[in-house]
Nanobody, 118 residues
Framework: QVQLVESGGGLVQAGGSLRLSCAAS????????IGWYRQAPGKQRELVAVINSGGVPNYADSVKGRFTISRDNTKNTVYLQMNSLKPEDTAVYYC????????????WGQGTQVTVSS
């Protein structure tokens, strides 16, 4: 079992920055891929950015060049630095992890609200 706790959401003006954190606990040794998804009202949950155990990131096209994901394995924490925020970035951001095979499991955090005002 892996538990994920997000922090760092809030209200920011367009063009501003926020940094999200996700602290993992439990069977953290089993974590393979970890990162962020988001869900805006009336829309499906979508990938924002994830990073694998080797430190290789993968970003949604909509956030490339503006968001940076990083991972501190000593603290079992993943960060999402969000710059040049736009109103369309407004959503609930969820931390997500996929554990190592062969018995991979998916875990989600409770979510943190990010609101970008125009």
């Amino acid at each position: 079992q892996v538990q994920l706790v997000e922090s760092g959401g809030g209200l920011v003006q367009a063009g501003g920055s926020l940094r999200l954190s996700c602290a993992a606990s439990g069977s953290t040794f089993s974590i393979n891929i970890i990162g962020w998804y988001r869900q805006a009202p009336g829309k499906q949950r979508e990938l924002v950015a994830v990073i694998n155990s080797g430190g290789v990131p993968n970003y949604a096209d909509s956030v490339k060049g503006r968001f940076t994901i990083s991972r501190d394995n000593t603290k079992n924490t993943v960060y999402l630095q969000m710059n040049s925020l736009k109103p369309e970035d407004t959503a609930v951001y969820y931390c997500h992890t996929l554990t190592q095979p062969p018995f991979s499991s998916i875990y989600w955090g409770q979510g943190t609200q990010v609101t970008v005002s125009s």
